[in-house]
């Protein structure tokens, strides 16, 4: 008796307070939750009918015998004429069944106890045959719906007053559906193998709508008042743990929203840090895992690089699962050294080297990790491709790599706490990855031994102190954060001369062209006074370009020339009324200061008595609404080209506009491609890596545009190295393959979309 296990035996040791009635709310609450899931389940597969008719045609012109061929059409044509009565029996089915199973748990009815050794009885080879067609759709879809299932437990056992409630006794979940969909084709007198076929086509069709339908009964639910949030409890130390996966697990329960639940305590600093993160948008673990069942429901996909477990050779697994607590136990004595096989059964023979590149396939490698709960597994086997796909970054530093090496095991451990960890890309232990990843872009390896240092104690103290509170990475990174922002700033103060030079110089060689920008259009109108325009021509546009030269024109002293320049124009312009006069005297003390005191920020304070005796004639003929006495020609005429003599002078020869220069202009029409317009659209902190002829490499960063998009320079970290590059030329260089732009994501965001598109399937 000892020796026979008694599979699919419910634990009946848990104690379980059943109501002796359940109350009407619940009954209702359950029947619209039923209600929505079996109704929603047709929905999606009546709209993917076409698809199931496609599918089946495929598998029809690739069968390899003619009774595989006559299942396919024979699906088809049950599809076409027969799919609305089945899921009206569907319905009826499904909905008996759940209001049997609810009965029972709440205690209206006596529940089934496990069959005892005198009921064992042989059973049917077609019976058994659909139990394990059953069991394997009902596995997949419960393993891609796991994090909403979770939520759906908890919730479930609160509304019924029970103290937790397993799969088999849940009649929402996926199982239970599957049962009764195999049932109505039973009863339609569907021989057994087009019903496999159907029911495996059922699931096909759902899978990727039902965990939305399941995150919408958690809506339901919450809406109702069950567990709105999913409670993170009381902190609790790693030995009481649930294992992932499980009710009261780790991992992100959903309802509708990701809802961070962690059964592992991640100590008091993660739990503020679980409320920030609450809001995650997208679910990046299921992905992952919807990804992986998709191409390789076995779990092993052999052509995406996945490290299978070992099935040979490591004897019988115990008789207990290693929970989550149990392999994060074994796996912080693995981070801190201690890989002693003797106090960890479960490593095996594998010898394990925390500091290697390749730590996470080795302890995928190990006994224990088999042993472990499959959503513990298939996170190992995550994390390691995603480190995979870290060390193979061609942006990561060798030195870099080899400090993120370090980190493996506690990232594993975060990951197995914590699924958020996959999402939130400001997760703490995601963040400390990327800055330490970034902080090694453009640095040789000698070249800073301070950043090396520093970089190589934060990992050390992750490594030596964290066990289950995430805190110390965003402490960590704090610290590091800040040492390079001290090191940027002293860089920033190198390179500030330089920038300041290039910026006068570009302004220069532009500002005669936005200054004739905004004079012509003032001096061209009619009826402007030839004093005025010569004003404007000859002084005032030596003033705006000074002031171009020296603080460009987006500022508030370009802008205050400007509205001198105009209210100078209106100035002169008759006056037909009262209240334009008195605008006028108001006006002019102010005006004739400042238009003064700019001529002499200049030096040209010597011109102004000769046009203030001039301009005082143009302001009384305003005043007495009379014509300028010296109006200028007729709108349209250009007098910006040759400025008019200036009062005692007999004319003048030099030209004052000036043509922008060439590099200046903007290039002929249709040479733009898309090298230039990814240069045109970099932004300052872009890294670039140039290679010279000799094949040298080095890596700048943009350290300043200029405002026109005409000139950039790059610096190294220090602040040194400077080059400057023309538009024209940095796009050159990437059509040539000679500079090549470094990727502006974060590393841990390229390594999840290398992993997505590495195990994605392939398209038909």
Same mark, same amino acid.
């Given at each position: ?237 790693? +030995?009481?743990? $649930?294992?992932? &996966?499980?009710?009261? !697990?780790? *991992?992100? /329960? =959903?309802? @509708? +929203?990701?809802? $961070?639940?962690? &059964?592992?305590?991640? !100590?008091? *600093?993660? /739990? =503020?840090? @679980? ?490």
């Amino acid at each position: 008796m000892s020796n026979v296990i008694p599979f699919g035996a419910h634990d009946n040791s848990l104690p379980k307070e059943m109501p002796t009635a359940m109350p009407e709310d619940a009954r209702s609450i359950l029947a619209t939750c039923r209600d929505r899931l079996a109704q929603g389940v047709i929905a999606v597969f009546v709209k993917h009918l076409g698809r199931a008719n496609d599918e089946f045609l495929g598998l029809a012109d690739r069968a390899i015998n003619l009774e595989q061929q006559q299942i396919c059409f024979a699906a088809m044509h049950f599809i076409a004429n027969r799919a609305q009565p089945l899921l009206d029996r569907f319905q009826k089915i499904y909905v008996a069944a759940f209001d049997a199973s609810v009965a029972g748990l709440g205690g209206e009815r006596p529940r089934s106890s496990p069959r005892g050794l005198d009921e064992l009885q042989l059973i049917d080879t077609e019976e058994f045959e659909q139990d394990l067609a059953i069991g394997k759709v009902s596995t997949r879809a419960a393993f891609n719906c796991s994090q909403q299932l979770v939520a759906l437990d908890r919730r479930l056992a609160v509304l019924l007053r029970l103290q937790r409630i397993g799969q088999d006794e849940n009649p929402l979940y996926p199982g239970h559906l599957f049962s009764a969909m195999l049932q109505a084709l039973t009863e339609m007198d569907v021989d057994r193998e087009l019903s496999l076929a159907l029911l495996q086509s059922f699931e096909r069709q759902t899978a990727n709508e039902l965990p939305g339908l399941y995150a919408d009964l958690n809506r339901h639910l919450a809406q109702s008042g069950i567990l709105p949030t999913i409670p993170l409890g009381a902190p609790q130390s790693l +030995s009481d743990a $649930p294992s992932a &996966g499980q009710p009261g !697990g780790s *991992g992100m /329960a =959903s309802g @509708g +929203s990701a809802e $961070p639940y962690r &059964g592992a305590s991640l !100590g008091q *600093g993660s /739990a =503020s840090y @679980g409320a920030a993160s609450a809001n995650v948008q997208q679910d990046i673990f299921s992905q992952l895992l919807q990804a992986i069942q998709t191409a390789n429901p076995l779990h092993a996909p052999a052509n995406t690089g996945w490290p299978s477990a070992p099935s040979a050779g490591l004897g019988p697994s115990p008789s207990a699962n290693v929970s989550v607590h149990q392999l994060v136990d074994a796996l912080s004595g693995l981070q801190r050294g201690q890989a002693d096989p003797q106090s960890m059964p479960g490593l095996g023979a594998v010898r394990i080297d925390p500091d290697r590149g390749n730590v996470l396939r080795q302890i995928r490698s190990t006994p224990m990790a088999n042993w472990s709960h499959p959503m513990d597994a298939m996170t190992i086997d995550i994390v390691s491709m995603l480190f995979d796909a870290i060390f193979n970054d061609p942006d990561l530093s060798a030195t870099m790599r080899a400090e993120i090496a370090k980190l493996q095991i506690p990232v594993l451990k975060v990951a197995l706490l914590d699924k958020s960890f996959f999402s939130d890309r400001k997760h703490p232990a995601r963040h400390l990855l990327d800055v330490i990843a970034n902080s090694g872009i453009g640095r040789g390896e000698h070249d800073e031994p301070r950043l090396t240092q520093k970089i190589h104690a934060i990992v050390e103290s992750v490594v030596s102190g964290f066990d289950s509170d995430i805190q110390i990475f965003a402490t960590q990174v704090q610290k590091l954060e800040e040492f390079l922002q001290d090191e940027d700033g002293r860089a920033q103060g190198k390179a500030t001369q330089q920038v300041a030079k290039l910026e006068h110089d570009e302004r220069s060689e532009i500002a005669a062209s936005r200054v004739n920008e905004a004079i012509a259009p003032r001096v061209q109108r009619s009826q402007i006074p030839r004093l005025i325009v010569a004003f404007l021509e000859r002084h005032w546009r030596q003033v705006l370009t000074a002031i171009f030269i020296r603080a460009g024109d987006t500022g508030a002293e370009w802008a205050e020339a400007i509205r001198l320049m105009d209210e100078l124009i209106w100035s002169v312009e008759s006056k037909s009324g009262a209240q334009e006069r008195d605008r006028l005297l108001a006006l002019l003390p102010d005006l004739l200061k400042r238009l003064r005191q700019g001529l002499e920020r200049v030096q040209l304070d010597g011109a102004w008595d000769d046009f203030f005796s001039e301009l005082i004639r143009l302001h009384m003929a305003a005043l007495r609404n009379d014509p300028a006495p010296d109006a200028g020609p007729s709108e349209g005429q250009a007098l910006s080209s040759q400025p008019l003599p200036w009062p005692g002078e007999t004319g003048m020869t030099d030209s004052v506009v000036q043509p922008p220069p060439a590099s200046a202009q903007a290039p002929p029409e249709g040479t733009e491609d898309r090298h230039l317009r990814l240069v045109q659209a970099l932004e300052v902190g872009a890294w670039i890596e140039f290679q010279s002829f000799r094949g040298t490499r080095n890596t700048l960063r943009l350290n300043w545009v200029s405002e026109f998009k005409r000139v950039y320079l790059f610096t190294n970290r220090q602040g040194e190295n400077a080059m400057t590059l023309a538009a024209t030329s940095l796009a050159e260089h990437l059509r040539k393959g000679t500079a090549r732009l470094l990727s502006q994501n974060p590393l841990t965001d390229r390594a999840v979309a290398q992993v997505l598109e590495k195990i994605k399937p392939p398209t038909p």
